[in-house]
């Protein structure tokens, strides 16, 4: 063993941690599409061109795919989840759309060698073909593999693919490319095992056909079933949304009741519900809104509507305004926080839009304005030629802090950040420097909101400073022994301003203003 002359070494331990916070801008979306895959919003899709890859375009029989795309082009992100109908909600295999199925098998003369399926179901299913045709390399040992669709053109190529010898079922990877790579198709190998010689597939073109999407959505199939993880639940796997809706029009009032449970059991986004377009007067809104019996800071009411020039059509029509106004908070969050308010002149203003259906925003209809606002109706409106929305109010009927959306968000937005910063430390001493650690984890963040106009101010009590165990005020030392830590984090939340007053005072020439008032 050597000796070292006589030093000091040292080294660090970091033990330190950051809060990291969550995701913004993402908004979960439930509607039909032409293509992809049912109750499986697994894609965080950012742009019109990813989304119609993979759940195709703009549909005649639904508005849904017009509303992705206005908010994927003011730049929302989404998750998106393909509604279908199931015979029985609460079993997924139940599903009545059919996927298309190839008409041929790739071979080498008698001997089947392989299938490739389509992952989805869907009557779209029947604009696919695959080819099997000599490898790009020129080796006859070699082959391609080539899908194409009727609309779109080839998608997918792999080229220079080989099966080694004969493989059995288990050892078949020679089509792992396609497995890991594709994104329509399913590999289902054959047992290879028997046959003799070199394995190649003949060149063939296969066609697939009998495709369904299967019977018209009911509103069961919008609301959906936790074990069947369809519906709202096929979101049940992802946290990283402040918002969820749907975007049919004309769903009945088990919908948007089931979104408001959903979202209210979650506790960590918010349920958008836009009023029918039909409803032609503030009574009309008011009392369908209170027939839905909803009460919960975890949905938000909005109406109004828009008037849009229709991409198919070039005409005229009225759409529901749920997608603009989910790009709007989306856009709120990205660049200002989610603790501000998303209507108004400065966050709220509505582009690429001809008017609004049902208009409340002159002076004449401000006493009808007033009485929306005072049922927590949002509206969207025109305002001096500005087509933007009006409102920053949950669906909770008491008139608390927690009746405006934007503290109903920041209150989200800080369950969404503490929580997984203070599940680092579960297992850790239950001591007064673990405490310590705690309180400098988050005290930045903390501090970052007050310097964002997020809060006031904050308190945090949790005995960090406490000397012994003897001195806790917060905690019960009988409690710490039994592993619990309790923190008392008190907030002053920031609200947006609702009304502002300005009292005009006239005086007589002569009379200082100071005097009159």
Not at 202 to 216: M, R
Not at 289 to 294: F, L, Q, S, W
């Amino acid at each position: 063993m050597s000796t070292n002359a006589a030093q000091v070494k040292f080294s660090v331990n970091n033990q330190t941690s950051v809060v990291n916070t969550p995701s913004t801008g993402i908004s979960f979306l439930m509607g039909r599409s032409e293509r992809g895959p049912f109750a499986d919003p697994k894609d965080i899709i950012n742009t019109w061109s990813q989304f119609q890859k993979i759940y195709g375009g703009l549909l005649d029989y639904t508005d849904s795919i017009h509303k992705v795309q206005r908010i994927l082009e003011k730049g929302g992100s989404i998750r998106f989840s393909r509604v279908g109908h199931y015979t029985t909600i609460g079993t997924a295999s139940s599903l009545d759309a059919v996927k298309a199925a190839p008409d041929d098998d790739f071979t080498d003369g008698l001997n089947e060698l392989f299938e490739l399926l389509l992952k989805n179901p869907g009557a779209d299913g029947n604009k696919f073909h695959l080819a099997a045709t000599a490898a790009s390399n020129g080796d006859t040992d070699y082959f391609n593999i080539e899908l194409s669709h009727d609309d779109l053109g080839v998608l997918e190529t792999y080229q220079n693919l080989t099966i080694p010898g004969q493989p059995t079922i288990l050892q078949s990877k020679y089509l792992e490319a396609i497995s890991l790579g594709s994104q329509y198709l399913n590999v289902v190998y054959k047992d290879c095992s028997g046959f003799t010689g070199v394995l190649v597939p003949d060149p063939v073109v296969i066609d697939f056909t009998g495709g369904s999407n299967g019977t018209t959505p009911v509103d069961a199939d919008y609301v959906g079933d936790s074990g069947a993880a369809n519906g709202f639940y096929a979101f049940d796997k992802y946290d990283d949304s402040m918002q969820i809706m749907v975007l049919e029009a004309g769903l009945g009032s088990t919908v948007h009741v089931g979104g408001a449970a959903y979202a209210t059991g979650r506790k960590d986004l918010i349920y958008f519900m836009h009023m029918a377009n039909t409803l032609l007067t503030a009574s009309t809104i008011i009392a369908a809104k209170a027939a839905y019996n909803i009460d919960t800071q975890y949905c938000a009411f909005f109406a109004g509507g828009l008037k849009i020039n229709d991409p198919v059509t070039n005409t005229s029509k009225n759409i529901e305004a749920i997608s603009d106004i989910a790009a709007l908070a989306s856009a709120s969050e990205n660049d200002f926080g989610a603790w501000y308010s998303f209507a108004g002149h400065n966050r709220g203003v509505i582009y690429n839009a001809l008017g609004v259906v049902n208009n409340f925003g002159s002076p004449a209809k401000m006493e009808d304005l007033n009485d929306l606002a005072n049922r927590q109706i949002n509206m969207i409106i025109n305002r001096n030629n500005k087509i933007m929305l009006w409102g920053n109010f949950s669906g909770q009927l008491a008139n608390n802090q927690e009746s405006q959306l934007s503290v109903v968000r920041l209150l989200i937005y800080l369950r969404k950040t503490l929580i997984p910063a203070l599940e680092y430390y579960l297992e850790e001493p239950n001591d007064i420097p673990t405490w310590k650690r705690i309180f400098y984890t988050v005290r930045p963040f903390l501090d970052s909101l007050v310097t964002k106009r997020a809060l006031y101010s904050y308190s945090w009590q949790g005995d960090q400073d406490a000397s012994s165990m003897s001195s806790l005020s917060v905690n019960d030392p009988a409690e710490v022994s039994q592993g619990i830590y309790k923190i008392q984090l008190g907030v002053q939340i920031i609200p947006a301003i609702r009304e502002i007053q300005i009292a005009i005072n006239m005086s007589q020439a002569g009379v200082s203003f100071e005097i009159v008032s």
